[in-house]
């Protein structure tokens, strides 16, 4: 028994114009949520009288034994039927009979379909909070293991100053955490129900959308029925908050390649996240970091998809609105995919602090804080940095490091800087010197590493709670 044609055309669709506009290639991912709102659905018009309670009984019935069909791979998707709605219509029919053909009263495949993304975005908004924390979890691993290890921060790719290479790590958990916050402000938004709208101006049946928005958990309803049905924002914000953490996660990337090279050797990625070339037998790639970079643009690109499909749209729905649903799935799928990797990754690499005491033991990073000790003796800021600029300057022409400057040097070549000095520019005493409480002075980023502990933890048990 399959749904009837309709009768407002007298001829059935061209086969290549049915294939472009259907849309079962992608969507039947949301079957579960289709009947689960249908399942609130029927319990309403039941409930309300629209149709009896035996009517909602035996739909019900029908609904879960087209889920437990689906889900044991018994009950297989048929592009005949142009769309999971349509295809769990038709599967309802043929279990239960005619009266399948209530289930679809006082309801739109636009409020329908609506109500299938909210609550499908729901359960995202859910997985990928827990997935997030657990990489903030390893990147505040990461600090907390080299607590005392020092490196170079660099401003335009270039040596800058001494900073701990935890208040490094520390940097990208305050970019995850307003990513943390920002999703957590967006999900209010999501759970809120359109069904009751209808195709555009709602029902004349006596239908209570609060009730349905009750039995599936949400918070409310849609104040206008337009809006419920044209309304994509809730998925367009999700796709900016996921270009925002692309940035984040492609410059972590970034650094990442950077510092596995040979050039810099300052971390080496665990085998389990590294790769071979298929020619070069010594090589070790960090694809999965490169990824990770990489895989920005792709998401990048689906949020100016459907910023595009929706900027010009009249009211209310359009077919154009379908092309939210491949955008959004493949961002929700890529951050699926690169936030469980991407933990892990950031778990197991090891941190070379030989190479980098090294490091930051032959440059001029402390440069700075010469300067200021001069300040700190009286002398203007400006004629301290260009005092040290030149002395800096003469170093590098004579391949020394203030490692090497005996008094006689110094007595040459700036008089007025003391010999004594030169033992508080080594990067420990530079680092320690760091008295604010976002800077790179041990005690304040321990205070940071703890905070950010204690938040993790937060969030871990407020969503363990059950939701009420």
Do not use: C
Not at 162 to 190: F, K
Not at 282 to 303: I, T, W
């Amino acid at each position: 028994m399959a749904v009837a044609r309709n009768p407002r055309f007298q001829s059935g669709p061209d086969q290549k114009a049915q294939s472009f506009t259907a849309s079962l290639t992608f969507d039947w991912r949301l079957l579960p949520y289709d009947i689960a709102g249908s399942q609130a659905h029927v319990a309403m018009l039941g409930h309300q009288g629209v149709i009896t309670g035996e009517e909602a009984e035996i739909i019900s019935r029908g609904l879960q034994q087209v889920l437990e069909e689906a889900q044991s791979g018994v009950f297989e998707p048929r592009l005949e039927h142009e769309d999971v709605h349509m295809n769990v219509e038709a599967r309802l029919l043929e279990i239960i009979g005619p009266v399948a053909g209530k289930l679809h009263t006082g309801r739109s495949r636009n409020d329908q379909v609506a109500l299938d993304m909210h609550l499908y975005m729901r359960e995202v908004a859910q997985r990928q909070q827990l997935l997030l924390l657990d990489l903030m979890e390893a990147i505040v691993h990461q600090a907390e293991d080299n607590g005392d290890v020092i490196m170079p921060g660099y401003t335009h790719l270039q040596a800058a100053q001494p900073i701990l290479w935890a208040h490094h790590m520390m940097a990208y958990v305050a970019m995850l955490r307003r990513d943390m916050e920002r999703i957590l402000t967006w999900a209010p938004r999501v759970v809120i129900s359109p069904l009751g709208a209808g195709a555009i101006s709602g029902t004349p049946y006596p239908t209570d959308p609060n009730l349905v928005a009750q039995m599936v958990g949400f918070a409310g309803v849609y104040q206008n029925s337009m809006d419920a049905v044209a309304d994509r924002d809730f998925l367009l914000e999700y796709l900016s908050w996921a270009s925002i953490l692309m940035v984040h996660l492609s410059r972590l990337g970034e650094e990442l390649v950077l510092w596995s090279t040979q050039e810099f050797g300052f971390i080496t990625m665990a085998d389990a996240y590294s790769t071979g070339s298929s020619l070069m037998p010594q090589k070790r790639n960090p694809d999965v970091a490169e990824l990770m970079r990489g895989k920005s643009g792709r998401v990048f690109g689906n949020l100016m998809t459907l910023l595009t499909v929706m900027k010009g749209l009249p009211l209310a729905y359009h077919s154009d609105m379908q092309e939210d649903k491949e955008a959004v799935f493949d961002v929700v799928d890529t951050l699926d995919a690169l936030l469980p990797v991407a933990a892990g990754m950031m778990d197991t690499l090891s941190v070379r602090s030989d190479r980098l005491k090294q490091r930051v033991g032959h440059d001029y990073t402390a440069a700075t804080d010469l300067a200021d000790m001069l300040v700190g003796q009286g002398m203007p800021f400006r004629e301290a940095h260009h005092l040290v600029g030149l002395l800096v300057t003469r170093l590098e022409q004579d391949g020394l490091q203030f490692t090497d400057v005996t008094p006689e040097y110094l007595a040459q070549v700036a008089p007025a800087v003391p010999f004594a000095w030169m033992s508080q520019l080594e990067a420990s005493s530079v680092v320690r010197r760091r008295r604010q409480p976002m800077s790179t002075g041990p005690e304040f980023v321990h205070t940071q590493v703890d905070a950010a502990k204690g938040w993790i933890a937060q969030l871990r048990q407020l969503f363990a709670e059950p939701n009420e």
